[in-house]
């Protein structure tokens, strides 16, 4: 089905299914080309805002249920298009008000779009439904609904209330779901509360007990390296970049550059001889693979620009040359 199909089933049949809306919204978002680039009305983003505004007609029958409004919301999400997302969600909550994952999804991607009011009153509804009920989606972005708060509020009491509340999410999501997110979302209230060491230990509890942490072993690595211990960090970096994910949680680029700039900060820390780093060739050889494969993954920006300084700087150091050829057209995942 085109996108003129699609729009003139949907108003000649007031009926849209959500299953061809997700299709069709996944193929514009992927589909980068736009030959209509210099026409706004039938450019690619103008199709996409235009199946968003269906779901703002009444008239308009939404087949399709709760896993299909979220999906659809979460595709436009992913474009950056969070007014288009919350007009899907509205929509799914007028028939599935107690929808656990669409609940969550408004208070987080309404937050992005002005919409406050409608994200307090359906965080409050959220509240209501029984914590056996609620998904990991649901204690996420409650902690990210609260502390987002702190930005627009300055009552102490209140304040106190918002860290009382965040922190009780957190120790129901450890204990009912006890997934990373979890250990990571309670350090992150502590860290908004300038409270580090209780940070770390929420962190370091969940690595120790948890196989697979790629986001609290990025965060450890990070609090390492800022404080110069760059063993340890290196340590956590490896579990970062050895545990691959069908989707990952971190961007593997910035964590092959943080191991790069660690193992390089230990190997330049140490005393050389005249002749320079000739007994550490296999080191050097092993920072220059990090290196190439955080610029493989699509590292971008002044971390492309930290990655090519350092480069510079270990063959000038040590002699050796940086054996790879990087494409100039790399892309930030």
């Known amino acids: 089905m085109t996108y003129d199909e699609l729009i003139q089933e949907t108003r000649n049949e007031e009926i849209l299914r959500l299953s061809d809306a997700i299709s069709m919204v996944e ?79 408004y208070i987080k991607y309404g937050l992005f779009c ?22 990991w989606r649901a204690y996420s972005f409650s902690i990210d609904y609260l502390l987002d708060q702190l930005n627009r509020e300055n009552d102490t009491e209140v304040l106190s209330n918002i860290k009382i509340d965040a922190l009780s999410h957190a120790n129901a999501f450890i204990k009912n779901i006890g997934v990373e997110q979890a250990y990571f979302d309670k350090s992150t209230v502590h860290r908004a509360f300038n409270e580090f060491d209780e940070e770390h230990t929420v962190l370091l509890t969940g690595f120790e007990l948890l196989k697979v942490t790629p986001k609290c072993a990025l965060r450890l690595a990070v609090i390492g390296f800022d404080k110069g211990d760059f063993e340890n960090a290196i340590i956590y970096l490896k579990r970062c970049v050895g ?18 700039l660690g193992k390089t900060s230990i190997l330049l820390g140490l005393d050389s001889d005249e002749n320079g780093f000739t007994d550490d060739e296999k080191t050097v050889e092993g920072i220059y693979r990090d290196l190439h494969t955080a610029i493989d993954n699509g590292l971008s920006g002044v971390h492309k620009k930290t990655a090519d300084a350092t480069i510079k700087t270990l063959a000038a150091q040590t002699g050796i040359e940086y054996p790879y050829t990087d494409s100039d057209d790399q892309y930030d995942y």
């Open 114 to 135: 002005g919409k406050e009011k409608l994200c307090a009153e359906y965080y409050a509804r959220l509240q209501e439904i029984p914590r056996d009920r609620w998904n």
């Open 243 to 260: 545990t691959p994910r069908p989707q990952p949680d971190i961007a593997n680029s910035y964590a092959y550059l943080l191991l790069a």
């Open 27 to 105: 193929d514009l978002i992927v589909d980068q080309y736009d030959e209509y680039e210099d026409d706004y009305e039938n450019s690619r983003q103008k199709r996409l805002r235009n199946i968003g505004d269906c779901f703002d007609d009444i008239a308009i029958q939404c087949i399709g249920d709760a896993d299909d409004y979220h999906n659809l919301s979460v595709a436009y999400a992913r474009n950056d298009m969070y007014d288009q997302a919350c007009k899907v969600l509205n929509r799914g909550l007028m028939s599935m008000p107690f929808s656990v994952d669409l609940l969550a999804d």
